[in-house]
Structure formats: structure tokens, C-alpha cells
């Protein structure tokens, strides 16, 4: 009866019929006969990984050394010595066959669960759940039309194999079955089941033998799931009673069967081999490609001879780290000959991915933390070490990098003084030094050996104090600790002796037993926010390879252990009263302990405490401090903490900046003077003649008397747009007698070319950015104009049309038939679209104030505000020059005259002070990718030439701190599956109705201002995933999109163009739940979340 039920459930499944051979087997023992009717259906009880999935580490360690080179795009080591330093270039996109290979769940290597859903009944006669054979309808149909049951019941064969569907054809599902369907059952509309025939291109199409016996063994998180998951049975209705009694108990041995085979092929982890550099690059490589979800690789920097200082990073998070997810750290090797920790961080590694999802443990602690294991940082004396050399006594053992320098004793102390903090580093400390200090890492740890015991800070000692003293920090309490969970955790560190020394508990502090200056803990804790430990992990410095197993059980699970210490204690975010916005550097105190720690840019801070009552101080410069009392820290998590603080009131203006005045001197004298149009041409020109590597001088057209148009670029590679740099242009004198621009950008030329390669910040600037500088937008009006004219006319061209009201205009399309475009307006226009302007500004007079779109509105009436999408923003930019001018900001109004309004902080929306239909600034922000500002540079429009001198004081920082603003917000590439350009594609910020456009070479820049933002693009209206990006002052914040062209056919095709629904992706659970927030807030009138489990809020 037990073979007959056996066979009986593999049949159902469409497993082929077992071989001759073995049908009459003679062993009677129960676990037996269940082994040998699966291995004459399926073979051996377990199934090896798909040949094209990536090498595990028992592959590349059981493989010969080989060059990585020869098999992969990394290329194999070379010393600098030898050759010219090595460049590693990104693994090229693979196929889709091998993402798609990847998605099939395999055995036992990765089990495929099915969605939970509440149990229901399954009736034996159709093969479909939600009611048993006796209310089966199809049933009911077959004895009204005479049918036998039992012949009627094997007369359909796979169909009991069919998965519960509706009849109605779906997205992705391909067209609906001509099959007679079951009124009642198609009406209904279920989940699509995991066994149904998907068309998507991202699923496989159908599951394997041994996914379904997969489905047989295991239900969901483990628990046998006999009704829902097993395939429904071709026995009649009603079983013999024996029969069902023994039906879960073959199931359960079937299981145990199965388990036992994975953990037979199990057992070749961890491989007893060390990995040379070549193999330790690809390993990684090839971890992180078979797990792209979770882990990345990076490097910080390269060793003396050009190795790669490789990180491997594991997150859920692959984009943007969540906000209070802490950073945790593994090193190892910085003793080059200290090879054991760098072997057992690759364990790790693998260990880790390889369980997630099915670890409770190891999925715990890769959700909520991100990860970082360096198995390397001394690459170099790795590879002059030799494997059992215990003592490594000898200069030459591997121990120093190749300048034979200690990397850990080669870091800032508490004596270095700090202006010389980089002075005499070696590359590997630079590198680390600016990791740590880069990264908000809260916990780490460094793998040494030759001892077996946790030494804490400090390492240094005073040369005053006495021998054998112990040096402690303010968290002498909480590093004891951290010392001892590791300790306590080792099967054997905790005892003593170890290696013939005496540690109590395993554990000491670092100047009581060896003093070291310089070293990697000490300035982890003293420079950062990071608390670090070091790791002794085995007596013998280079064991023997043969020992690699029992040293990796030894410390798993004090290593697993060490890092869940990094959720002790307190963390929480430092936000600013009434707007909310994050507070990067404020101080943290605990009360009672003299250690700060600051706040990231993001405001988020960690602080580890063990268990009991503090009071935190936080403060910042600019804010009130703040105290929260009686904060109860207990064993688990962190205890959550907020903290606003309040602005210091002042009645002082806005603090104005002011750079160092270096950056603004001429090395020859300027002549201040108004400027002809022959005059002008020939300053331009000298200043091309004075600086050809970083200028060019071009004409965009002619006005209406034939005077050129005249761009003067700056560039380090003038004439060429370079992928990845923005564009900026400023246009000065659209008006005749508007001259104080003008002349201002004469003297920005001449300063630009003159301080190249002297003043960093413009030289920086001009490396960085393409700058187009256009002195007289019409020429033909400053003929006319002068210090005493005053009449209005002078400020039009030639056809007496006002410029900066002849571009189109959203609210007066009309004006395109009646004023045909100015030849200056059309010049303009097309070098806008032509190019890839980024920030603009349009130099005008007449009043002081950065005006800012929309300059009309739709009602045409005067004084109204008409904010664009992007006001915030635009409010931003106008601040930023009004604060760098030295009056702009106070907003006073201009003498008694047309323009005597006064501005509050300096700056207006367009239309709020006057209507302009068919402006320069609103045909940018409508039609191209640049937000551009008009600048009053002065209440007078053409002043005397004795006033010029003031005018460029008080402008030229203004001038280039906007400039400046072009690097502020996001900039990326698109690219498709073969790595090219793609143009035209549209970015998107939610939640702002204006978007951008990349350019030829597939790059894009999206102004915004500091904060948190969710980024899309569409490639021909097919959607990419979304991006969580943070824009930070200062540089731009890097986002790069990749579309596969196939999918976004297909998906255009077949699935109503929903990226999403491309990703090869799980979504987490704060994921998910983001997804859902986002649904609600975009499809409100359809959509409502609720919380049914979670706090009341």
C-alpha cells in the first residue's frame, strides 16, 4: 500500500513511470522503500545546481588556480612593477537566458515556497479548491448526463494537474483554454497559481520534475502543507481509512529524505583551500552576479602594486539605504600574512547569502542591516605570505604592505595633528581612512591572527604611564562587552590559556597587552562613529589549510553574533522645528560619557549603549540645544529616538557669503568702461588668444543689422560636450540699455581665464561644468543706447521688438502669427534645443531682485502669483543668488521711480511683480531641460561707467555661486542591456509635474533641492523601477537607469507597460510597503491601505 501511494502521487505529477528494474524491490523497511521508489522515478534524491549558474566557493576553491582573465572579464594580476596598473572593467550584461535560468527554483539549493493563503478544502474529483467532491458541480453535471464516476474520473488524465484559474484571458496569461469550463468555477477570479503557464519573459514557463516533488516535501516555511500543496490525487472520493493514515506519514519521510540529500550536498562548504587574489576577485564577482538583489562589490581603493581593494556589500536596500538601517563592517588581512580572517569573511559571505530566506537568523540580520565584509585590505603582503608559516617573524613573511610599513600602526593618533592627518599614509590607510570616514559605520570588526583573544581601545599608551597599565575609553563598559559576546560566542576563546596566555573571559584591552600607536580601532573610534574591535582568531598566524574547516566552526557564530551587537542601544534622527528637515552633524551626547557622536546627513544617528536609563544632549550650531530624559535602552533593538531642535531667533539678515577674496583677483587690470561692440569682440577674442585650451569663440547667428551673436565657452575640452557634465549659459543685455550684465560678463570672462589652474574653486568649476557666456543678446539696441537716453524705445532691436516677449508663450500662442520671430529670438531659440543646458540666468536691469517663472499667468491678470511644478526649487536658485549678493537679500526697493517694489528675501515669481507673455526664462523652464532665472542686477539700467567697479563687487560671487548650482541634485545615465546611450528618455520625480529629457549620450541632470526623492525613467513610455535617491549640498547625487529593450516590448505588448512587473526582485517588507503607501497616494480615489497588525497610528 505505501509503494502504491507513492507512485500513485509521483504519477499525478506526470513523473514518468519508474524502470523495470526496480519495481520489485524485496527490502521491506518503511524509510527504504520510500528511498527506492523516488530513486527509480527520479534518480538520486537530490539535484545538482543548473550548470549555468554562477561557481559557488567549493567550485572556484576545488577548481586549479587559473588565470581569471581567460574566463571572465576581470583580468588576472600583474604587478606595477611588471606592467601598467591594472583596470578593471564592469561585468558586461549577461544574456536573459541566464536571468531567466536563475529564476527557476532548484533543489535543494533554493526551494520555491508558494504564497501562503488560508487552507481550503480540495475536491479529489475536479482538482480544485473551495469545496469537497460531495458539492463538486462538475461532478454533479457528469452524474446528471450518466456518466460512470470512476471511469469518468481517469478518463481525463493531466487535468487534475491544472491549476485553479478563471477562464477569463489576463495579463501576462496567454489566450484562455477552448476547453469546457465550469460556469460557477471561471465567474470567480483567484490568484493565478504557481503552477500555471506564464507568456512573461521574467517566469519560467513551467516548473521542473524536481521543483513539483520540491512542492511534494516542503510547504511553506518548512510546515508540510499536505491539502494545499501536494498535486490532487486520481483516487476515488472516498480513501480506505488506512489509507489516509499513511499517506502523511510517506509524505513526511519523503521530506526527510529530501532534507537529508541537501544536506548531503551541503557538506562541501566550507572548501579547505585559500583563495589567491585572482580567484578571490572572481568569487566575489561571481557572488555578487548569482545574488544581484543583496550583494554588490566595490572597491575603496588599490594597494602600493594596483591590487583592488575589494568590498563586498550585502542590502536589501541596493539604491538607498533606509532611514535608520546601521552600516556594520568586517576587515581582515591588514597583516598581510594574516591570512585566516580573509577566509573566513568569504565563508561568511557565502554563508550568508546562501542562507537568506531560509535562516531565520541570517534573514533577520540582512534586513535590517547593511553589511560590508573587506576580506583584504593588505592584498599586497597576502600574496608574499606562505601557508604555515605561524610565526612570521621574518620582514619579508607578508606581514607589512609593500613599502614594508604596519597598515596598523599607520593611522591617525590622538596626538596627529590635524593638518596632517593624510601625511606620511600609506595608499591601503588612504583608502580606509576615507571609507570610514565616507560610510556611517557603527560596528566593526578586523580579523587578525597569531593570538586567540578580542582586544579592545585604546591600543595607545602614554609614554608616561606604566608598564602593563591599561589605556580605557569613555565606553570602556560597552567595548567589554562587545569583546565579550564575541569571546563568549568562540567554542574556545573564552578559556584559558590560549596559545600560552592568560586572558580573563578572552578578552583585553589593547595598551594593557601590546601598546600600539597608530592603529585602525583606535582611529575608528577617535575620527568616527564607529566602534571597532580587533579579532584574534587563531594561535598560528598562516594555519594550514586543513584546519580552515574547524576554524570557520569555531567562529560562526561569534561572528553572527558580534554583528546582531550593532541593534544595542540608541538611534533616531535629528530634524529641524516646523520644517522638518534633517540636521547633518549635530552633536550627540549621553550624559554622563565623554564620547560624542554626529548625526549623518540624513540626521540619523546610533549610539550603542548596553541596558539601562540615559539622557542624550543634542545640539548644533544655529539651534537650541535639546535634552531627552530617561531613555530606557533594553536587550534586542535599539530603543527609537526623535529629536527637533529650534532655530536660535536672530534679527540679524540672512548670513551673506563671502569666499576668500583670492579667487576674484585680476593678474592684469580690467578696464571698467561701456563697451563698444568692436570693443567687445576684441576683449573676447584676447581672451581666447590668452587661454586656447579652455575657450572657443562662436557666433549662433546675426542680428537684424548683421551684427554676430557672440557665445564665448569655457571647458577643459572646449568644443565637445563630455557625457556626464552639465551645461550652464548666462545671457546678459536682451535689452539695449540694460548694460550692467554686459559688462559684468566681460569681466567674468577675462576672471575665468586668468584664475584658471591658480584658484581651485574656478578651476574646479570649469573642469566640471560647459559654461557659454554671451555678453549682448542684441548689439543692435546698445548702438542705440546710452548714459542719457532714456527713452523706452532703445531697449528693442532693430524692428523695435522687445526680445524677451518674441519667444513662445504657453498663455499667448496666438502672438506667434501676429510677431513673427526676431532673428536674434529664433538664434536663441534653437541653440536652447540644441543643446543640453542644464542652469541659466538672463543678466538684466532696472531693479534688484531674482525674478524667477512663471512670468505670466493664465488669467492675465497682474500681481498674481503662477507658481511653476518646480517653485520650491526655483525659490531655492533665486535664494542662492540673493544671498550672495551683499544687499539683494534685505529686499529694499530701488528709489522713487516704475520699479521702487520692495522684495521679500530678494527674490519674486515673475507674474507676482508683472506680466511678461513670451519671456526668454519661461521658454526654457517650457521647452528644454534648463530652469533659468532673470537677474535685476540694479535699479539703474545704463549707469554711469564710474559706477561699474560696484556693480562687479557686489555681483561676482553671486555671479559664480550660481554657476555653481548646476552639480545641485541628480544627474545619471540611460543605458540599454548592451551598455549604449540611450537619448530622449524621460526623467521623472514623483510627486513634481515637470520632467527632463537625457541627452544624446544618454546623460540627464535634474535640478533639486537637498532631501529625499523618488526618480523614474521612461524609455518610449516604458517604465523603469524607481530610484530612492538623497540630494545632498554641494555635488550632484548619482542615479543610473538600464533597460532591457526586449522587456519594455514585451511589457508594451503584454503587460500595460508596468515597469514594476520587470524587476527580478522580492520586494521586502518595508518595500512592499512603500509600494503600497505609494499606490494609495497616487490612485486615491481607488485606493485604500489599512493597517490591520501594526501600531495604532
Known amino acids: 500500500m505505501i509503494r502504491e501511494i507513492i507512485r500513485e502521487e509521483l504519477q499525478s505529477m506526470g513523473i514518468s513511470k519508474p ?592 541596558p539601562g536609563q540615559y539622557s542624550l544632549i543634542v545640539s548644533s550650531p544655529g539651534y537650541e540645544s535639546t535634552v531627552r530624559r530617561n531613555i530606557t535602552v533594553m536587550t534586542g533593538a535599539a530603543t527609537w529616538v526623535d529629536v527637533v531642535l529650534t532655530p536660535v531667533p536672530t534679527t540679524k539678515p540672512p548670513k551673506q557669503y563671502a569666499p576668500l577674496d583670492t579667487d576674484f583677483v585680476f593678474t592684469t587690470k580690467p578696464e571698467f568702461k561701456h563697451h563698444s561692440q568692436e570693443e567687445l569682440v576684441a576683449i573676447f577674442t584676447n581672451v581666447t588668444e590668452k587661454c586656447p585650451a579652455i575657450t572657443r569663440l562662436f557666433s549662433i547667428g546675426k542680428s537684424v543689422e548683421d551684427r554676430d551673436l557672440y557665445f564665448l565657452e569655457f571647458s577643459d575640452n572646449p568644443g565637445h560636450h563630455e557625457p556626464g557634465e552639465p551645461e550652464f549659459k548666462y545671457v546678459a543685455n536682451i535689452h539695449g540699455n540694460e548694460v550692467i550684465g554686459r559688462e559684468a560678463v566681460l569681466l567674468l570672462a577675462q576672471l575665468l581665464c586668468e584664475q584658471y589652474g591658480k584658484s581651485r574653486r574656478l578651476t574646479t568649476l570649469v573642469n566640471n561644468t560647459r559654461i557659454f557666456l554671451m555678453a549682448s543678446m542684441n548689439p543692435d539696441g546698445y548702438e542705440k543706447a546710452n548714459v542719457t537716453t532714456i527713452a523706452w524705445w532703445v531697449r528693442f532691436n532693430a524692428h523695435n521688438v522687445d526680445l524677451n516677449r518674441n519667444f513662445p508663450d504657453q498663455y499667448e500662442p496666438e502672438k506667434v502669427h501676429h510677431h513673427p520671430r526676431e532673428p536674434e529670438t529664433r538664434a536663441m531659440m534653437n541653440f536652447i534645443l540644441a543643446r543640453p543646458i542644464v542652469l541659466s540666468g538672463s543678466l538684466h536691469g532696472g531693479a534688484l531682485v531674482a525674478n524667477y517663472p512663471y512670468d505670466g499667468n493664465k488669467e492675465k491678470v497682474e500681481r498674481i502669483y503662477s507658481a511653476t511644478p518646480d517653485d520650491s526649487l526655483f525659490r531655492y536658485l533665486a535664494r542662492t543668488y540673493a544671498r550672495a549678493h551683499p544687499t539683494m537679500s534685505f529686499g529694499k526697493p530701488c528709489p522713487k521711480g516704475p520699479m521702487d517694489d520692495a522684495f521679500k528675501d530678494g527674490i519674486t515669481n515673475g507674474a507676482a511683480w508683472y506680466n511678461v507673455y513670451g519671456g526668454m526664462q519661461d521658454f526654457n523652464y517650457l521647452h528644454s531641460n534648463s530652469y533659468e532665472l532673470t537677474i535685476e542686477m540694479g535699479c539703474y539700467k545704463y549707469p554711469p561707467a564710474s559706477d561699474l567697479p560696484k556693480y562687479w563687487d557686489e555681483h561676482k560671487h553671486a555671479l559664480v555661486t550660481f554657476m555653481e548650482k548646476v552639480h545641485q541634485g541628480v544627474k545619471g545615465f540611460v543605458k540599454d542591456e548592451e551598455g549604449l546611450p540611450v537619448p530622449n528618455a524621460t526623467i521623472h520625480v514623483l510627486g513634481i509635474h515637470h520632467d527632463v529629457h537625457s541627452a544624446v549620450d544618454g546623460d540627464f541632470w535634474r535640478l533639486l533641492m537637498p532631501a529625499t526623492y523618488s526618480v523614474r525613467a521612461y524609455v518610449d513610455g516604458f517604465p523603469l523601477p524607481v530610484q530612492r535617491v538623497t540630494v545632498l549640498e554641494g555635488n550632484a547625487t548619482w542615479a543610473n537607469f538600464t533597460v532591457d529593450r526586449r522587456y519594455a516590448k514585451w511589457s508594451r505588448e503584454h503587460d500595460f507597460l508596468i515597469g514594476e512587473n520587470g524587476e527580478p526582485k522580492y520586494l521586502g517588507a518595508d518595500e512592499l510597503a512603500n509600494l503600497l503607501m505609494q499606490l494609495r497616494q497616487n490612485y486615491s480615489d481607488i485606493v485604500e491601505v489599512k493597517d490591520s497588525f501594526g501600531p495604532p497610528w
Open 19 to 610: 524502470s523495470p528494474s526496480v519495481t520489485q524491490p524485496s527490502s521491506m523497511a518503511l524509510r527504504d522503500i520510500v528511498r527506492e521508489e523516488l530513486t527509480s522515478f527520479t534518480g538520486p534524491a537530490y539535484v545538482q545546481p543548473p550548470p549555468s549558474s554562477p561557481p559557488t566557493y567549493a567550485q572556484v576553491a576545488a577548481a586549479p588556480p587559473r588565470n581569471v582573465n581567460s574566463t571572465s572579464p576581470l583580468p588576472s594580476f600583474t604587478p606595477v612593477a611588471a606592467a601598467p596598473p591594472v583596470h578593471f572593467r564592469p561585468i558586461p550584461p549577461e544574456p536573459p537566458s541566464v536571468h531567466l535560468s536563475a529564476l527557476s527554483p532548484g533543489v535543494p539549493n533554493a526551494l520555491y515556497y508558494p504564497p501562503w493563503r488560508p487552507s481550503r478544502p480540495t475536491c479529489f474529483y475536479c482538482g480544485y479548491r473551495g469545496h469537497i467532491s460531495r458539492f463538486c458541480r462538475k461532478r454533479q453535471q457528469d452524474e446528471r448526463r450518466g456518466y460512470d464516476m470512476r471511469e469518468r474520473d481517469f478518463s481525463r488524465g493531466d487535468s487534475y494537474a491544472r491549476s485553479y484559474s478563471s477562464g477569463q484571458q489576463r495579463s501576462p496569461s496567454p489566450p484562455a483554454s477552448t476547453e469546457t469550463r465550469n460556469t460557477y468555477r471561471s465567474s470567480r477570479r483567484r490568484s493565478p497559481s504557481p503552477f500555471r503557464r506564464s507568456s512573461s519573459p521574467l517566469r519560467p514557463a513551467s516548473f521542473t520534475t524536481d521543483n513539483r516533488i520540491a512542492f511534494l516535501a516542503v510547504g511553506y516555511h518548512g510546515r508540510l502543507q499536505l491539502a494545499t500543496n501536494m498535486a490532487p490525487s486520481r483516487a476515488p472520493d472516498v480513501y480506505d481509512r488506512s489509507r489516509c493514515l499513511m499517506t502523511p506519514l510517506v509524505i513526511a519521510l519523503v521530506s526527510l529524505i529530501f532534507s537529508s540529500a541537501a544536506s548531503e550536498s551541503d557538506a562541501s562548504f566550507p572548501v579547505p583551500k585559500y583563495l589567491d587574489y585572482n580567484e578571490t576577485t572572481a568569487f566575489l564577482h561571481d557572488l555578487a552576479s548569482k545574488h544581484r538583489s543583496l550583494a554588490s562589490v566595490y572597491s575603496i581603493g588599490k594597494s602600493v602594486q594596483g591590487r583592488e581593494l575589494w568590498v563586498l556589500k550585502i542590502t536589501t536596500d541596493p539604491n538607498v539605504r533606509s532611514i535608520g538601517k546601521p552600516l556594520f563592517r568586517y576587515t581582515a588581512n591588514i597583516h598581510g600574512n594574516e591570512a585566516l580572517g580573509r577566509q573566513l569573511l568569504l565563508y561568511l559571505a557565502e554563508y550568508m547569502l546562501e542562507n537568506y530566506g531560509n535562516d531565520s537568523r541570517i534573514t533577520r540580520l540582512v534586513n535590517n542591516t547593511e553589511l560590508h565584509f573587506c576580506p583584504s585590505l593588505n592584498p599586497d603582503g597576502y600574496a608574499n605570505a606562505s601557508e604555515g608559516d605561524c610565526e612570521g617573524a621574518s620582514r619579508d613573511s607578508g606581514r607589512f604592505n609593500s613599502h614594508t610599513v604596519d597598515l596598523n600602526s599607520n593611522f591617525p593618533g590622538t596626538e596627529t595633528d590635524l593638518t596632517k592627518m593624510t601625511v606620511g599614509r600609506e595608499p591601503e590607510t588612504l583608502a580606509i581612512m576615507k571609507w570610514s570616514v565616507l560610510n556611517p559605520f557603527v560596528l566593526s570588526a578586523s580579523l587578525h591572527g597569531g593570538l586567540v583573544v578580542v582586544v579592545y581601545p585604546y591600543d595607545y599608551r602614554s609614554p608616561d604611564a606604566p608598564m602593563d597599565s591599561p589605556n580605557l575609553t569613555p565606553d570602556d563598559d560597552v567595548f567589554r562587552h562587545l569583546a565579550g559576546t564575541y569571546a563568549r560566542k568562540h567554542s574556545d576563546m573564552f578559556r584559558s590559556p590560549q596559545c600560552q596566555e592568560y586572558f580573563d573571559g578572552g578578552i583585553t584591552n589593547g595598551a594593557e597587552w601590546i601598546p600600539v600607536s597608530g592603529s585602525m580601532q583606535d582611529f575608528s573610534y577617535i575620527y568616527t562613529n564607529c566602534y571597532e574591535v580587533t579579532l584574534e582568531i587563531s594561535c598560528c598566524k598562516y594555519p594550514m589549510a586543513n584546519t580552515l574547516v574547524s576554524e570557520w566552526e569555531k567562529n560562526k557564530n561569534a561572528l553572527l553574533s558580534y554583528m546582531e551587537q550593532v541593534h544595542m542601544g540608541v538611534k533616531g534622527v535629528v530634524k529641524e522645528f516646523r520644517t522638518g528637515k534633517a540636521i547633518a552633524k549635530a552633536t550627540v551626547i549621553v550624559q554622563g560619557i565623554d564620547h560624542n557622536i554626529t548625526t549623518t546627513e540624513r540626521g540619523e544617528f546610533w549610539r550603542l549603549l548596553l
